[in-house]
């Protein structure tokens, strides 16, 4: 690998790492969120896509125009459905039903799932070492969440609905992840995304206009309001600019290893709010997480090579 693809390779870990911690602290905000009642999971959903939909059309005003092929349409209203809507979607709604610990245990699938459908979609190769590392990355975070004492104060109990949404939730995102990465190659990530989150929010606007309409807005907690903010400048404006971009130079493998580091920080969160202790446990389960990644990151078809689904591996 050359000194240019190095550097790129570098952008899209630096993206990948950054939009999965955001994630990270994505799931606590939201379990207060839905915790406070005064917001359906639908609500927010469009609050999501409108906010961050007029941020990223405000800063294509800024960017030389590009314009996107007719043809090219619906496809990106099936990234939305498959990379926005569906996940979103699920997540806001389970993490009603779950526990944030429960609910990062289950997510721990999603790069297992992508794998095979990179494979599947964009014939990317199993290879030994990407297996071990997703492997070896999946045992350090099972081993992680099962060796925390992770306190839930809402005393919620995870229920089987909020296990199935969870798993259709990394469902549809190893989907998006594993199809769409050729045709988000061809065009600049804030183009891509503005279309994304305008499809979005159309498509979620027949559902939730009546729940928008009945919200008490001024019985809204500041502290929720705050929570809403985070979640549509960072949870979703940044962290869906940052995820295509890393899209562009990573494998989708490798791409949704950098998944793993939310229960690492939820763990971390739980230590520094004294629900949780350190531990040699949790020093050498996070070893293992990222372990795992530079495992997959060795692996000759994780390197990003050409976009191209049938190119062969360099």
Not at 113 to 136: C, D, N, Q, R, W
Not at 222 to 233: P, S
Not at 235 to 262: C, D, E, N, V, W
Request: charged share 10%; hydrophobic share 55%.
């Amino acid at each position: 690998m050359n000194r240019k693809q190095t550097g790129h390779t570098g952008i899209g870990h630096l993206a990948g790492f950054a939009a999965y911690a955001i994630f990270g602290f994505n799931i606590i905000f939201c379990k207060d969120i839905a915790n406070g009642g005064v917001l359906p999971p639908i609500a927010l959903f469009t609050f999501r896509a409108l906010g961050a939909g007029l941020l990223f059309w405000l800063l294509s005003l800024f960017l030389p125009k590009e314009k996107v092929a007719a043809k090219d349409f619906p496809a990106i209203l099936g990234a939305s459905l498959l990379g926005l809507f569906v996940p979103q979607m699920t997540f806001l709604t389970a993490i009603g039903r779950t526990s944030p610990m429960d609910l990062s245990v289950i997510n721990t699938i999603t790069p297992i799932m992508t794998m095979f459908f990179a494979a599947i979609f964009l014939h990317e190769p199993i290879t030994f070492k990407k297996a071990g590392g997703v492997i070896v990355s999946f045992t350090g975070v099972i081993f992680l969440i099962f060796q925390s004492i992770h306190i839930n104060n809402t005393g919620a109990q995870t229920s089987p609905s909020g296990v199935l949404l969870v798993i259709l939730n990394s469902l549809s995102f190893a989907l998006y992840l594993g199809i769409f990465r050729p045709l988000i190659s061809r065009y600049r990530v804030v183009t891509f995304m503005k279309w994304m989150f305008l499809f979005s929010f159309l498509i979620s606007l027949p559902f939730s206009a009546h729940s928008i309409a009945s919200i008490e807005y001024r019985d809204i907690p500041t502290q929720i309001l705050w929570e809403v903010g985070y979640l549509i400048l960072f949870a979703t404006f940044f962290a869906y600019f940052l995820i295509p971009l890393s899209q562009k130079h990573l494998r989708p493998t490798l791409i949704s290893m950098y998944g793993y580091l939310q229960p690492i920080i939820a763990t971390s969160i739980s230590i520094a709010t004294g629900m949780d202790k350190l531990s040699w446990q949790k020093i050498c389960a996070a070893l293992m997480v990222f372990a795992g990644v530079a495992i997959v990151n060795q692996s000759r078809a994780a390197q990003p090579a050409d976009i191209s689904p049938t190119v062969e591996e360099s």
